[in-house]
């Protein structure tokens, strides 16, 4: 099919099932997808640019559907996500001008797909490290299934005595008492990548929530699909605004999403905090190999 806005050529039914197994990832990580669908986008051949707005587009409806499952189940903190939001837009707008910047330059593929290839190898191997700790310590709790232990637990305490004012209370994460500052910087960050490599980056934020500010594992789940939403929106007008958004390639890829999202929602009711980012460590992986596939086709073409 032929999509005008962005003069690409891609058949539906690849955007269909790309959109549905995003939304399953989805919806189980707590995480947009981005790190799926952008690297989809790039690897048959369209822009940087549209791959980010267009990715932004397609992640909020998905993601509203996934969150509503996460509410009904529980799993959202709706104090934290609200408070978040300030730190998400402003980081956000950061991001989309650094797009607008480099495409003047026309390095956009090149310097947003290396630096994806980055971010996307790093998170895999700290949350690999972080699991090999946690299982060869041979904890209780990761073995047995049972609890949401993370080897990391000694960073959220360090984040948590934190006491530049003013300081909040979030009793859905289970946490006493944080400054308002360690979650807005927390949130700065995940709207920083959301608005320069596309995405709610819930890959970002969500390890951000579990090994920073110390939220549960299924907690960080839904509340980062609510505050995806939200980055996703805004991100999505700010590229709009700024030519970068294929809508009609959006839609396509959203019927499968929300099939996918509400499936991968469900499932995470059977999985412990540790086996849900053990489960999670390969998927960006596959993203940042769709990134230098399509790197290095460019490469050769010129």
Known sequence: MDFLISQQHIGIVYLVFIGFVIGVFGGFFGVGGSFLAGPALFSVGMPMHFVVG???????GKSIVAARKHWSMGNVDMKLALLMVIGTIIGSEIGAQGIQALRKT?????????????????????????????????????????????????????????????????????????SIWVILATSLIGGLFSG????????????????VLGVPTHVAVGTDLFEVVISASYGTFSHAMKGNVDIM???????GAA??????????QYFTGPKIRLAFIPLPLIGAGLIIYRLLALHHLK
């Open 106 to 178: 026309g390095a956009t593929d090149t310097v947003v797909g290396v630096v994806f290839v980055i971010v996307l190898m790093s998170v895999s191997a700290v949350m690999a490290w972080e699991l090999w700790r946690l299982f060869r310590k041979g904890g209780k709790q990761a073995n047995s299934g049972k609890g949401d232990a993370s080897a990391f637990s000694h960073v959220s305490k360090a984040a948590q005595r934190i006491k530049l004012r003013p300081m909040v209370a979030l009793p859905q994460s289970g946490i006493q008492q944080i």
């Open 259 to 268: 099939i996918g999202a509400q499936i991968g929602a469900l499932a995470t």
């Open 54 to 60: 267009t990715d932004l587009a397609h992640i909020v």
């Open 196 to 211: 320069f490599l596309g995405g709610g980056a819930g890959y970002i934020r969500m390890p951000l929530l579990v090994y």
């Open 249 to 255: 390639v959006a839609l396509v890829m959203h019927t």
